[in-house]
Nanobody
């Protein structure tokens, strides 16, 4: 497994930006596809986006496409989620997850390592 620690969450006004980071240790980070998920109160955890281990391919949920960008720095064992044009409906706990494969999966059960989550709150 991979140990994951998210950071960068906080309170931001609608229209603002935040960048989340996810630092990894353990299993060779560069061999993991990474996913970002979020969970709002009373809702199921949902897929936000993912990035392949080379960083050459990303995939996003329709709700964030064009506003969020995922990138990774394998030399730093870190993956990032840049969030722009934030909306109140983006308010949630954001989690990063890892899977030792070359494919991005949108279902949370496909990932075997999870961070503890970081809270993002967008005020209107």
């Amino acid at each position: 497994q991979v140990q994951l620690v998210e950071s960068g969450g906080g309170l931001v006004q609608a229209g603002g930006s935040l960048r989340l980071s996810c630092a990894a240790s353990g299993r060779t980070f560069s061999k993991n596809t990474m996913g970002w998920f979020r969970q709002a109160p009373g809702k199921e955890r949902e897929f936000v986006g993912g990035i392949t281990w080379s960083g050459g391919y990303t995939y996003y949920a329709d709700s964030v496409k064009g506003r969020f960008t995922i990138s990774r720095d394998n030399a730093k064992n870190t993956v990032y989620l840049q969030m722009n044009s934030l909306k109140p409906e983006d308010t949630a706990v954001y989690y990063c997850a890892a899977r030792g494969s070359a494919v991005i999966y949108t279902r949370s059960s496909a990932y075997d390592s999870w961070g503890q989550g970081t809270q993002v709150t967008v005020s209107s």
